[in-house]
Nanobody, 122 residues
Framework: QVQLVESGGGLVQPGGSLRLSCAAS????????MGWYRQAPGKQRELVAT???????KYGDSVRGRFTIARDNAKNTVYLQMNSLKPDDTAVYYC????????????????WGQGTQVTVSS
């Protein structure tokens, strides 16, 4: 069983920074893409950022230039550095792993973390 464990959320003032981490544990052969999505109250879940095993990144329009995603393939861990935070960034942030393979030639799975709250407020 693969689990995604997130850490690093919390309360920060506008203009501040936070760093989120997400570690995938369990029997893992490979993970193609890892990333972050967020969901604010009353809104749909939206893309924050993703990164492939080869290092290709994708960012949501609202965070581009302020957030940076990074990944340690050896540790199956993804990081999200969030700078210049705004109140609109307040949401539950979910870690995502796509095309997770637990054995060579086996099927691919998608996993989600339990979510971590990020609140930007003065």
């Amino acid at each position: 069983q693969v689990q995604l464990v997130e850490s690093g959320g919390g309360l920060v003032q506008p203009g501040g920074s936070l760093r989120l981490s997400c570690a995938a544990s369990g029997s893992i052969f490979s993970i193609y893409s890892m990333g972050w999505y967020r969901q604010a109250p009353g809104k749909q879940r939206e893309l924050v950022a993703t990164i492939t095993s080869g290092g290709s990144t994708k960012y949501g329009d609202s965070v581009r230039g302020r957030f940076t995603i990074a990944r340690d393939n050896a540790k199956n861990t993804v990081y999200l550095q969030m700078n210049s935070l705004k109140p609109d960034d307040t949401a539950v942030y979910y870690c995502n792993a796509e095309a997770v393979v637990v054995a060579p030639g086996g099927p691919e799975y998608r996993y989600w973390g339990q979510g971590t709250q990020v609140t930007v407020s003065s």
